[in-house]
């Protein structure tokens, strides 16, 4: 692998990962609630909003 290819690499990780965060955010803020559920309906993440209207 060359040196290109790695830092083309490197790039990408971190722009999904700027990406991936930039998502999170957005859910931890959103005023409308928000979860995330299994196939077996376990919940998964539940964001400030859902947690306040069902707890």
Do not use: H, W
Request: aromatic share 10%; glycine share 2%; hydrophobic share 35%.
């Amino acid at each position: 692998m060359c040196p290109t290819d790695r830092r083309e690499r490197t790039l990408a990780s971190q722009s999904v990962n700027k990406y991936i965060l930039s998502i999170q955010e957005i859910y931890k803020n959103s005023p409308v609630p928000v979860c995330v559920r299994n196939q077996s309906r376990k919940i998964l993440y539940a964001n400030g909003a859902f947690i306040e209207l069902f707890s």
